[in-house]
C-alpha cells in the first residue's frame, strides 16, 4: 500500500470519527469537549450573561471545532412560534412576482424570519393542497396570491392561529386581509389615454376572467369606453389563458377585417409581450398600453406606455400587515388598494393610421 495514500485515509477516518460524520453535533458534544455544563454552553450560545470571559473563550473554541449551529426550530417551538412564513404566488417564472417575493422575505428577515414559498400554478387544488402543507409544518402565516375562489378550507388553520394576508387578489368567502392595486382605475386610465389620442377601436385582450383582476382590468376598459361614448363590438374584447398561440390568436382577429382596431390595451405582462411580437409583424402603427411594466420597454422602439404597478410595494405591505397580526395588533380583516401610475413612452401615444 501507499503510505501517502494510506495516512490520507487514516486522517480522514479519524476527523470524520471526531465530528461524527452524518450526525450534527449537539450542545452535550460542546459541553463535553469545553468541559463545562449544558446550561453554559446554553448561555453561550444564546448570548446570556453569567459565563467567565475564559470559560466563554473554551465553549466557543469548542464550537468551532466541532462546527456546532443552534437548533433554532427547537428553539422557537419552545415559544410557540416556528419563526416562519409561508408565501403562495401564481407563478415563480412571473417576473411581476420576483420583487413581491423579496419585500416579502426582506420584512421576514427584519423579523427574524424564514421564508417558505410554492406556486400554484393558477390551479385551485394546488392551491390549497399547497397552503395546508405549509400549515401542517406549522408556519406562523401566510401571504396568499389566491388561484381559486374559495378559502373556507383556511378558516381552521385561522382560528388556530395562523395569521393570513391574501395579495393581488381577494380571498373567497371568507373574511380576512388583503392587498391590492387599483386594477379598474389603472385600466380605466389607461384606456382613456388612449381615447386622449383619437382612438375609438379600442381591443382588449385579458386573463381568465374568473381571475378578480382581469375581472377589474375589463371594468376599468368598459367604463372608459362608456364615458367617452364609445360603444364596444364584442369582436373588440378577449379573454382566456395567457397562453401566447391564444393571445396571438385574439390579436390577430381585432387586427384584421375591414375595420381593425387601432389600439389594443393589454390585460397583463404577458399578453403584452405576445402583443408585441404580433405588432411588429403588423404592416401599420397599432398602438398599444399595457398593464404591468415589462424588462425593456423602455428600450423598443417605440417604447411601451403601460400601468404600472408597484408589486414590491404589494408584497411589503402585505408582509408588514402579516406580521402586525402576528403580534396580536389587529383585529378586524382590511382592505388596502394602492395606486398604479401611467408610464408614457410612445406606444400609447401613436394616433390612429389613416
Known amino acids: 500500500m501507499d503510505n501517502r495514500t494510506g495516512q490520507r485515509i487514516v486522517a480522514e477516518t479519524a476527523r470524520r470519527t471526531d465530528n461524527r460524520y452524518g450526525n450534527r453535533p449537539t450542545m452535550k458534544d460542546v459541553a463535553a469537549r ?100 405549509l400549515c401542517a409544518r406549522r408556519v406562523d402565516g401566510l401571504v396568499v396570491i389566491p388561484a381559486g375562489d374559495d378559502h373556507r378550507y383556511l378558516e381552521p388553520e385561522i382560528k388556530a392561529g395562523v395569521a393570513t394576508v391574501f395579495v393581488d ?61 364609445i360603444p364596444v363590438d364584442e369582436a373588440w374584447t378577449s379573454l382566456g389563458v395567457t397562453d401566447p398561440q391564444r393571445v396571438r390568436r385574439a390579436a390577430e382577429a381585432m387586427l384584421a377585417g375591414p375595420s381593425p382596431v387601432t389600439a389594443i390595451f393589454t390585460g397583463n405582462n404577458r399578453v403584452t409581450v405576445t402583443v408585441i411580437r404580433v405588432l411588429a409583424e403588423h404592416s401599420g402603427p397599432v398602438a398599444l398600453v399595457g398593464f404591468d411594466d415589462i424588462e425593456l420597454a423602455d428600450l423598443l422602439q417605440p417604447g411601451v406606455t403601460v400601468v404600472a404597478q408597484d408589486s414590491a410595494q404589494l408584497g411589503r405591505t402585505a408582509a408588514e400587515r402579516l406580521f402586525r397580526r402576528l403580534d396580536g395588533t389587529l383585529a378586524l380583516p382590511e382592505r388596502f388598494e394602492l395606486p398604479t401610475r401611467l408610464i408614457t413612452r410612445g406606444s400609447g401615444e401613436l394616433p390612429p393610421a389613416g
Open 169 to 229: 387578489r381577494p380571498a373567497g368567502q371568507i373574511d380576512a386581509d388583503v392587498v391590492l392595486s387599483d386594477n379598474f382605475g389603472g385600466a380605466r386610465d389607461g384606456v382613456a389615454h388612449l381615447i386622449a389620442h383619437g382612438h375609438r377601436r379600442i381591443g382588449f385582450i385579458g386573463d381568465m376572467p374568473r381571475i378578480h383582476t382581469a375581472a377589474e382590468r375589463l371594468r376599468g376598459y368598459h367604463t372608459a369606453m362608456e364615458a367617452a361614448g
Open 34 to 133: 469545553a468541559g463545562v455544563g449544558l446550561k453554559t454552553v446554553s448561555r453561550v450560545v444564546n448570548g446570556e450573561p453569567g459565563v467567565t470571559p475564559d470559560t466563554e473563550r473554551r465553549v466557543q473554541e469548542a464550537i468551532d471545532a466541532l462546527g456546532f449551529r443552534r437548533n433554532d426550530s427547537a428553539r422557537v417551538l419552545r415559544k410557540g412560534r416556528t419563526a416562519s412564513i409561508g408565501l403562495v404566488l401564481e407563478d415563480l417564472s412571473d417576473p411581476f412576482y420576483g420583487p413581491l417575493s423579496r419585500a416579502v422575505e426582506e420584512v421576514a428577515r427584519a423579523h427574524g424570519a424564514l421564508l417558505i414559498n410554492g406556486s400554484s400554478a393558477e390551479d385551485p387544488d394546488r392551491e390549497q393542497e399547497l397552503v395546508l402543507a
